[in-house]
Nanobody
């Protein structure tokens, strides 16, 4: 069993930066590929970024490419999402999720099959 707890959300002005993190319980964090997803009001949940077990492979949605960075620290059982040049359309609840991965460079770009989810942290981009 893995428990995921997100933190770091808040209110930020357009063009600003914010970092969110996701702390995982358990000793097997490095066995899981991790992903960040978001859901804006009235919209479906979408994938934002994903990272492999090793951290060596990453994926970004086109809408955040060049602005967001996903990275992980397996020693701290934590995955991070650094968000720069934020836009109002980035406003959403951000969720982290974990999926057991056999291979060290595998990442997942869909929420289907994710094993564990956090409860989310709200990011609001507004002036």
């Amino acid at each position: 069993q893995v428990q995921l707890v997100e933190s770091g959300g808040g209110l930020v002005q357009p063009g600003g930066s914010l970092g969110v993190s996701c702390a995982a319980s358990g000793r097997t964090f490095s066995s899981y590929a991790m992903g960040w997803f978001r859901q804006a009001p009235g919209k479906e949940r979408e994938s934002v970024a994903s990272i492999s077990r090793s951290g060596g492979s990453t994926y970004y949605a086109d809408s955040v490419k060049g602005r967001f960075t996903i990275f992980r620290d397996n020693a701290k059982n934590t995955v991070y999402l650094q968000m720069n040049n934020l836009k109002p359309e980035d406003t959403a609840v951000y969720y982290c999720a974990a999926r057991l991965a056999t291979y060290t460079h595998t990442y997942y770009v869909t929420d289907i099959g994710m094993n564990y989810w956090g409860k989310g942290t709200l990011v609001t981009v507004s002036s």
